[in-house]
């Protein structure tokens, strides 16, 4: 989308700017070369439409721009990578301390950018409420350079 209509690409240097600000916070040494938006697309999720557990293989940092989120509708839930690592580990308290949940979800909100690094596994719950949730992903690669 990025590289076919203006207002996506105006939208991309915002993101440029914030995925910046995001990899210097991370501290990624990029060896002179840049991060770069690589993929971009619309997600139009009605009522009951979810987008189950994934990640972004290939891909650095991965995002989204809520573009509308009625209320009601989920955020984005994260999984920690360390699960498959807990084995014995007894079950946490309800409700824990958000540092030790093993799913944490983040809300969504009209006109937020939520950023992170592509390898965190994510899904977007079930919309329960009748208006539509739509938002715009993305992904960036290093050492990438637009087409
Ligand atoms: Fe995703």
């Known amino acids: 989308m ?7 690409a105006r939208l991309e240097r915002w993101i440029d700017s914030q995925v ?4 210097q916070e991370l501290q990624f040494e990029l060896g002179g070369q840049r991060l770069a938006m ?3 697309w619309v997600n139009v ?3 009951g439409v979810s987008h189950g557990l ?3 293989p290939l891909s650095v940092v991965s995002g989204t721009y809520y573009v509308s989120v009625p209320q009601g509708s989920p955020g984005l839930k994260f999984e920690d990578p360390r699960l498959d690592r807990y084995m014995g580990a007894p079950p946490r308290s309800e409700p ?7 799913w944490v979800t983040l ?3 009209s006109g937020g950018l939520l950023l992170f690094e592509s390898w965190l596994r994510h899904e977007v719950p079930a ?3 009748r208006a539509q949730r739509i938002s715009i992903s993305f992904n960036y690669g290093w050492g990438s350079t637009k087409g």
């Open 96 to 102: 824990a301390a958000v540092r030790n949940r093993i």
């Open 38 to 40: 690589t993929d971009c």
């Open 54 to 56: 994934h990640l972004h």
């Open 107 to 109: 809300p969504a909100a």
């Open 2 to 8: 990025h590289r076919l209509s203006p207002t996506f």
């Open 127 to 129: 919309n329960p409420v």
């Open 20 to 23: 910046r600000r995001f990899a």
């Open 45 to 47: 999720m009605p009522r």
